[in-house]
């Protein structure tokens, strides 16, 4: 079964680093851990993926553990905007498995 | 940046009627998805669509929905005889490609209401 489990929710302060981390112990090897989010009344939006490597793009890290069963999204400077719902994902077979997702929230 | 645009915003209906969800997708994307969220709940997978023919659908798209790209640019969600449990968020998604690498663009979802 393709699951993951993040905490429900997490505070941080405007313009510090956010770690969000997942666990995704039953992964398999073929499974890409992907990170969406949803800011409030929107459509989620992709932030970045992998597979065993970490991963950098301009939104965000990744980093992934060596034996693949948990994953840390590293947001590097948190600002206002990014107060959303973070939903780390397994894709298998090109389906997004989607879990519940932690609430970010963001003080300034 | 092209986005997907999804109308309409928020349906309501009533038990037991048909109702069609409509989505525009980036235009150089060939993969098409539908996703839904229930309040409360997780994001749900529903279907994907290429080249015209459903690719892969989950244990939800029953023979209650159905999906259908009637132009080169709409991409419809038909539910046709809807149930309260219907009521969700449904999500409009696109792709350029099929692969791991390649992410989905969401639209802003609609909200379906079946009272």
């Known amino acids: 079964d393709a699951k993951t489990t993040q905490p429900n929710s997490m505070e941080s302060n405007e313009e510090e680093p956010v770690h969000l981390p997942c666990n995704h112990s039953?992964?398999?090897?073929?499974?890409?851990i992907h990170w969406y989010r949803q800011l409030p009344s929107q459509g989620p939006e992709y932030v970045i993926h992998g597979l065993t490597s970490n991963v950098n793009n301009r939104m965000a890290s990744l980093a992934i553990a060596e034996d693949r069963k948990s994953s840390t999204l590293i947001l590097h400077r948190a600002t206002l905007r990014d107060a959303a719902v973070y939903y780390c994902i397994l894709m298998r077979n090109y389906q997004l498995i989607w879990g519940a997702g932690t609430k970010l929230i963001i003080k300034p | 940046e092209p986005e997907v645009t999804q109308t309409p915003s928020h349906q309501v209906t009533q038990m037991g009627q048909e109702v069609i969800l409509r989505c525009v997708p980036i235009?150089?994307?060939?993969?098409f998805y539908w996703y839904r969220q229930i309040l409360g709940q997780k994001v749900e997978f529903l279907v994907s669509?290429?080249?015209?023919?459903?690719?892969?659908k989950s244990e939800i798209f029953d023979d209650q929905f159905s999906v259908e790209r009637p132009d080169g640019s709409n991409f419809t969600l038909k539910i046709r005889s809807t149930k309260l449990e219907d009521s969700a968020m449904y999500f409009c998604?696109?792709?350029?490609?099929?692969?791991?690498?390649?992410?989905?663009?969401f639209g802003n979802g609609t909200r379906l209401t079946v009272t």
């Open positions: 235009s150089n994307h060939l993969y």
């Open positions: 039953t992964i398999s090897g073929t499974d890409y």
């Open positions: 669509f290429y080249n015209n023919e459903i690719s892969e």
């Open positions: 998604a696109s792709s350029i490609d099929r692969g791991y690498n390649s992410p989905l663009h």
